[in-house]
């Protein structure tokens, strides 16, 4: 299963060195992602998961401190230079954002920023970048195509814009698809639309998909795997119904209680007390543990490293391994 | 002198005077229309039908909550009952008496107050948070020392020791943390309605689980009634007595929640509850409920406004707009299936007099 993994992160730290403290927003994530696999990190702000796909794309600002190792696609991500950096984004790994309103260009068509992303790639002709960025469009089945690719980004809706995004991150033919939370800001009919358009995409192209998003809902509709994210470490990892049906990190369980749904005919909710710790000052130990209800004296002292647990799955707990 | 018609009892504090089976707020007719920039000249003036007559109740002590997508005017709804914004027509009773009319805007203000989605942008960066919640009792005339006091008061039942956060500013503070003063200063004029627009949909997960309970022990406490819009129908399920399905600016559907959640009688509502992500990776959607997005409310389609988007739409949709009509005891629906001899071939047939 080890043998030839599309995304392979071993042991990586992220920290921010702006402000008066240091932030480690990442703190020693592994994770692997095999050739056709969905993976949704799962987490709630704050818990690194847009960091570590961030990380993926060497995303960060000047004077971030990545440590561990990247490789994606047999490529080592951390040794890449500027110009191996520009021909792997695009054409190896690509990402679609929260906002397309804010990752596509205003003064450009649609059109115009798909073909340049084609062209920047592959040096072939306009006319031929134009005919990609037309038969994309429809793949992502958007209505009157050869019209909307010369519409500018305000003049489409949320659910089309993010279509738009993804027929551009998948213009180079990719092997890896990062998805940064990308139905948050749409409604709910259009969400479940975009969901099945990723994961029908993601099965005819192969594609290796890491799916953030802070919704267990939206992970259990796309993806196979759950990575749950706390505080900038990787807390439980498992098959997607192995997660739901059988959580083992009181965190994760914690997260699938304080679901409305599970209220019924109760009239309050169950919920982890407090709040998650402050990134520039971690606790000692596990960093749930001033949360945890479970808590014993070695939680606080020492940190649980990813065990694992029951065959597929793994969990950073002293209480399960 | 003797008077032989009843007084109405002005001597009963504003929301007691009706009653408890009046409805606390009544929305008649309501009409807002937006103007659109940059069209008109020469040409017919272009408007977003942002709430194109709605009408409902809240009932005194319920929840009522507002589901819908974006752009079919829930905030709208929510900005005119706070008279944030002022209807192009129709009327709002509070406990009987017309808002503006028999009872003064300011009366009304102290009983109706609202609580926003962006926990920063609603409060002022530049105030300590004791002085944002004792802003408005100072307003309506409290003298600042006791205004302070209540302040604190607030602060402490929402769940925020005032020693430590009472001179905090906003930015000191975490969403969840705002979110709760923001409820804090909802509550300083002691109001009847709290309109929470929204209010929890940028908190995670954890963090909406406590204040959802807040919410509920608020409520029972000092015997408020909520008006909850959100997206999240999982959310509303829990929250609310009874909700409302609002589509492009009309009501779609409204009934109390067992009724819409397990009977729905609008094609819409069933497309947003088959919208909701499924729980259970073996059983996902294979088929989008709904296909594209809510059409423009600048020129919203004929007749229904849903018939675009409905899988049961027949030539008659297109013609006829279905009234909102009651359907059963607790449930009114806005569906021309519904109405007897409507023409739908779906309708039930049309009884015999």
Known sequence: MQTAAMIDIRNLSVTFNRGRKPVKAVNGVSLSVQPGEVVALLGESGSGKSVTMRSLLRLHPKGTTIEGSMTVAGRDV????????????????SMVFQEPRLALDPVYTLGRQIEETIMRHEGISRAQAAARALALFQKVKIPSPERRLQNYPHEMSGGMLQRSMIAMALACNPKVLLADEPTTALDATVQIQILLLIRDLQKEYGLSVIFVTHDIGVAAEVADRIAVMYAGRIVEEGRVADIIREPRH????????????????????ITIPGA???LAAMPPGCAFAPRCAQVSDLCRTEVPALMPVGGTGSVACVQCA | MISIVEEPAYDLPVGERGGPAQPLISARGLIKHFPVKGSGFMKPKKVVRAVDGVDFDILKGETLGVVGESGCGKSTTARLLMQLILPDRGDILFDGETVGGALPLSDYRRQVQMVFQDSYASLNPRLTIEESIAFAPRVHGIAAGRAITRAHDLLHRVGLEPSRFAGRYPHELSGGQRQRVNIARALALEPRLIILDEAVSALDKSVEAQVLNLLLDLKRDFGLTYLFISHDLNVVRFMCDRVMVMYLGKVAEIGSRDAIFENTRHPYSAALLASMPKMDPSERTLEPPLSGDPPNPIDPPSGCRFHTRCSFAESICSENLPPLASVSESQSAACLMSVPGSRHSRAPALMEA
Request: net charge positive; no cysteine.
């Open chain 1, 78 to 93: 951390t040794g890449l230079t500027a110009k191996d950096l520009g021909a792997f984004r695009g054409a190896v790994a």
């Open chain 1, 250 to 269: 009181p965190y994760t369980k914690g997260l699938l209680g304080a679901r409305v749904e599970l209220a019924h005919g109760r009239d309050r909710l």
């Open chain 1, 276 to 278: 998650p710790p402050d």
